[in-house]
Nanobody, 127 residues
Framework: QVLLAESGGGLVQAGDSLSLSCRAS????????MAWFRQAPGKERTFVAAISWSGGRTYYTDDVKGRFTISKDNAKSTVYLQMNSLRPEDTAVYYC????????????????????WGQGTQVTVSS
């Protein structure tokens, strides 16, 4: 069982930065690929960024490339999402997720591949 808890959301202005954290408990954190998804009101949950269990590979949706950075601190059992140059269209609830398989070679972007989810943290970007 993997328990995830996000923090760091809030209300910011366009162009500002925000850092999200997601702390895991209840398992061997370092063995899981981790990802961030987001869900805007009335829309489906979509992929934002993912990182391999070793931390050596990262993937981003095109919308956030060059602005967001995902990282993983296995010693602290925490995954981070640094968000810079925020835009109003980044407004959403951001969810942290852990892949359903340990030591998975494939870093998935589909929500169906992630078995464990946090409760979400709201990010609101005003124009």
């Amino acid at each position: 069982q993997v328990l995830l808890a996000e923090s760091g959301g809030g209300l910011v202005q366009a162009g500002d930065s925000l850092s999200l954290s997601c702390r895991a408990s209840g398992t061997t954190f370092l063995s899981y690929n981790m990802a961030w998804f987001r869900q805007a009101p009335g829309k489906e949950r979509t992929f934002v960024a993912a990182i391999s269990w070793s931390g050596g590979r990262t993937y981003y949706t095109d919308d956030v490339k060059g602005r967001f950075t995902i990282s993983k601190d296995n010693a602290k059992s925490t995954v981070y999402l640094q968000m810079n140059s925020l835009r109003p269209e980044d407004t959403a609830v951001y969810y942290c997720a852990a892949n359903g398989r340990q030591y998975n070679i494939m870093v998935d972007t589909a929500t169906s591949k992630y078995a464990y989810w946090g409760q979400g943290t709201q990010v609101t970007v005003s124009s």
